[in-house]
């Protein structure tokens, strides 16, 4: 007869966090900034096809890092969730609060319950009429969930990273201004300035969508030749 070992419930979670920062840290980083004509989310990410950065509902976006499958089945799920939320009750029922809310179970479920858990982090963030009703949620693969003020920082050398934003970054920041300071900050350990336009994923989560394209819907993806522009402050 195999003798199965004993592992304590505390040593098991404890591998189980550290198998999952580890997937993460491999992961590039992603940065989402509140400034004031929006909220930008950017990451570096040279693939033109397998998003980090995505839609859920009206005003309401999802970035995230680590296994990408993973965070796909999550993002689908949201959107899903929206949908179903919107259409059953109304479009403002829709909030990145409840949003964070499904995603935190999600995770804390998988996390207790499963062999392994999910290697990923997510950002659930809200742009608002004003920047202080912004909402920015940062979810870890334990189900955690923090709310965040200005910005959220995730994946790979998050603390550097974190750093280089926390200093250049205050509430007036226009949108190339905080694409500037983002796609600065995602270099940092690359040994250079600021990685190129292509090598970056980009979207907004525009304030004025309602009033400036006369839709709700405020997320709008940019191209790598608008985000080569916007770094190069060219028209």
């Known amino acids: 007869m195999t003798q199965q070992f004993y592992v304590s419930p505390e040593q098991l979670m404890k591998d189980r966090a550290d198998f999952a920062r580890k997937g993460i840290a491999r992961g590039r980083s992603v ?17 033109p096809s397998l998003h980090k950065i995505g839609e859920i509902y009206d005003k309401i976006a999802f970035a995230a890092v680590g296994k990408y499958n993973e965070f796909e089945s999550l993002r689908q799920a949201g959107v899903r969730y929206a949908d179903v939320r919107g259409y059953s009750y109304d479009r403002e029922d829709v909030t990145a609060r409840g949003l964070a809310s499904v995603y935190a179970q999600s995770l804390g479920a998988v996390f207790t319950a499963e062999q392994k858990p ?29 709310d965040e003020k200005g910005f959220v920082v995730m994946g790979g050398v998050a603390e550097q990273v974190a750093g280089v934003v926390a200093a250049g970054w205050h509430a007036d920041l226009g949108l190339a ?11 940092t350990d690359k040994e250079v300035d600021a990685l190129p336009g292509t ?6 989560l525009d304030r004025s969508s309602e009033s400036g394209r006369g839709s709700r819907r405020a997320f709008r993806r940019l191209r790598a030749e608008e985000i080569t522009q916007l770094l190069t402050g060219e028209a």
């Open 177 to 187: 201004d905080v694409l500037r300071l983002a796609v600065k900050a995602l270099a």
């Open 118 to 146: 999910f290697e990923v982090e997510l950002a659930v963030a809200e742009v608002g009429r004003t920047q202080e009703q912004d909402h920015l949620y940062r979810l870890t693969f334990d189900g955690s969930i923090a």
């Open 199 to 204: 090598a970056v994923e980009a979207a907004v």
């Open 31 to 47: 940065v989402v900034i509140s400034g004031a004509d929006g909220i930008a989310l950017v990451a570096e990410n040279p693939s």
